[in-house]
């Protein structure tokens, strides 16, 4: 065959591709992406966030909203300094998309901007707003803006008992025997929370912020009984802030019994601070004890403690002197002695050789 002869000035004429290797070059880059996506899922399962972030944050802009989704999951762990930028992003073009407007609303609430948090409760499509998870977090916002009850006021009500709605408000408590009740309105903590639970919100934040509300109203009792009535929450949840929480309400209400299972569950789970959670429990008690003048309880759980730290010689002396005022000369003095075989040069040596020399010369009044 002769070559064909091309005139001076005159560009070569380049043939098509074949049809197999357009198709190749159109699918190029649908299949990396396919690609990136699929390895960042299966990174995302094995809670490699880092190469996730690495993987889509270059496709951003072409992820479908699942895929975004696990970006963002991503960059709560790792990179929350760039997460409201791209979640922002996902929300406006994926307006109605539940976990993204969700993640938008938790990126303000965490960096405490409750104003901006609760405007994107606000501008959600409404198909969002009433879902229970969007009323949690406007319950939460206005909770940390002080409108637990928000404009609360006393009106008639001839029906309706605290926990249900009347019109637009909730009622909190009834004044009897008046018709009269405190009510909330909705921009209220109280008011968006009840409604949350109502719809079948089981999310440990839900309760742990209906304690809250409780205890800031002045009923630290409704509160402690708010989260025993869910005793398969403390075992179940991974947030120490229901521990947390539980733990404070029954040192506030005095119930040690409750105090002292909490403090029991976190030492079991977190076996690594047990001596520490135990002690401090015992210690919390004994105090509670002393405040209420019940001494032999006081020094039961003063020696509880010493049993978890027999070498404290600040506790030793604690507890030897609470012998010493319940009249237990003997035991003070093995205590005292102790304590001076641990610490020979202990800041107290004076006062506690002193009190030696009085129970070796003087009888115990009992």
């Given at each position: ?315 030793l002396l604690r507890l030897a002197d609470a012998e010493w005022a319940a009249d237990q000369r003997e035991q003070a003095a093995t205590l005292y002695s102790r304590i001076l075989g641990l610490a020979p040069d202990h800041p107290q040596q004076r006062r506690i050789l002193d009190q030696l020399n009085t129970i070796e010369t003087q009888p115990s009044p009992r």
């Amino acid at each position: 065959m002769l070559a064909t002869v091309v005139p001076p000035g005159v560009s070569r004429p380049v043939a098509p591709p074949p049809p197999h290797a357009q198709q190749h070059q159109g699918q190029a880059e649908p299949d990396f992406q396919t690609d990136q996506c699929a390895l960042a899922r299966l990174r995302s399962q094995q809670g490699a966030w880092e190469d996730v972030i690495k993987l889509l944050t270059p496709l951003k802009g072409q992820l479908n909203a699942d895929d975004l989704t696990i970006l963002v999951r991503a960059l709560e762990q790792r990179d929350r300094a760039n997460l409201e930028s791209v979640v922002g992003d996902g929300v406006a073009r994926f307006p109605e998309h539940l976990e993204l407007r969700l993640a938008w609303i938790d990126a303000a609430i965490t960096n405490k901007r409750y104003a901006t948090a609760l405007e994107r409760v606000q501008t959600a499509p409404a198909k969002l707003r009433s879902r229970p998870q969007l009323r949690l977090r406007a319950a939460q916002c206005h909770f940390h803006m002080d409108r637990v009850l928000g404009e609360a006021t006393v009106r008639e009500i001839q029906a309706g008992r605290p926990g249900q709605f009347v019109g637009n408000t909730l009622v909190v408590e009834r004044r009897d025997p008046t018709n009269r009740a405190l009510c909330c309105p909705p921009e209220s903590a109280l008011y968006q929370l009840r409604l949350a639970l109502d719809a079948g919100i089981d999310d440990p934040a839900a309760h742990v912020l209906h304690a809250r509300i409780w205890q800031r109203l002045g009923r630290p009792g409704v509160a402690l009984a708010i989260l025993k009535g869910r005793p398969t929450l403390l075992l179940s949840t991974k947030d120490e802030t229901v521990l947390d929480v539980y733990s404070e309400l029954a040192r506030e209400t005095g119930a040690m019994s409750d105090y002292l299972h909490c403090e029991w569950l976190r030492a079991r789970r977190y076996p690594q601070r047990r001596e520490t959670i135990l002690f401090d429990a015992c210690l919390t008690i004994a105090a509670q004890y002393n405040e209420r003048g019940e001494e032999q309880l006081y020094i039961q759980w003063l020696h509880r403690a010493a049993r978890l730290r027999p070498g404290d010689a600040d506790l030793l002396l604690r507890l030897a002197d609470a012998e010493w005022a319940a009249d237990q000369r003997e035991q003070a003095a093995t205590l005292y002695s102790r304590i001076l075989g641990l610490a020979p040069d202990h800041p107290q040596q004076r006062r506690i050789l002193d009190q030696l020399n009085t129970i070796e010369t003087q009888p115990s009044p009992r």
